[in-house]
């Protein structure tokens, strides 16, 4: 598996008989099936989306923290609009049968082993030395902005450790 691919799992779902499903709002919104055709415009989507994310994570180097929330206001925004127009037109269905424990651990099984150990341990080491960074921020006084990164990079390490397990 590529990283596009991997991305692209982020917001679409395969489910054990192949469709593909796309769920923009969550649990209580709609679903929507996705066919090859349409499985293009979400190829291009995820490359600009994850671009544009990454930019503005840089945002602060420049304009400071303020600019990056403006950053992240208008991102979220764009992406609310561009889920939007990506189901429009989408044939709305029935979710898809919740996996069992055994696909669900076959599937993650398959991804960690697709995007291997060397990537993973790069992404573990880069989300452990931002989750220091984010108890360093608490230590030195912005404790809400800590907390919040330490929950995030630290559940992203976690998630890395448990994928690294997983590698065969």
Same mark, same amino acid.
């Given at each position: 598996?590529?990283?596009?691919?991997?991305?692209?799992?982020?917001?679409?779902?395969?489910a054990p008989d192949g469709?593909?499903?796309?769920?923009p709002w969550g649990r209580k919104g709609?679903?929507?099936?996705? /066919?090859?055709?349409d499985r293009k415009k979400f190829t291009w989507f995820v490359r600009? *989306?994850?671009?544009?994310?990454?930019?503005?994570?840089?945002?602060?180097?420049v /304009? /400071?923290?303020?600019?990056? *929330?403006?950053?992240?206001g208008v991102?979220?925004?764009?992406?609310?609009?561009?889920?939007?127009?990506l189901s429009r037109g989408l044939p709305?269905?029935?979710?898809?049968?919740?996996?069992?424990p055994e696909q669900r651990e076959a599937a993650l099984s398959n991804l960690s082993s697709s995007l291997g150990k060397p990537f993973l341990w790069i992404l573990l080491s880069l989300s452990v030395l931002m989750a220091f960074g984010a108890a360093a921020t608490i230590i030195f006084g912005n404790v809400i902005l800590g907390?919040? /990164?330490?929950?995030?990079?630290?559940?992203?390490?976690?998630?890395f450790w448990g994928l690294l397990k997983k590698v065969k």
């Open positions: 598996m590529k990283i596009g691919k991997f991305l692209e799992a982020t917001i679409l779902y395969t469709r593909v499903y796309f769920r709609s679903c929507y099936l996705v /066919g090859t055709v600009v *989306y994850y671009t544009l994310f990454f930019i503005i994570t840089l945002l602060p180097l /304009g /400071g923290l303020q600019a990056l *929330y403006i950053g992240l991102w979220t925004l764009i992406f609310y609009v561009a889920f939007w127009f709305i269905v029935d979710p898809p049968a919740t996996p069992t907390i919040i /990164g330490l929950l995030l990079f630290g559940g992203s390490s976690m998630l």
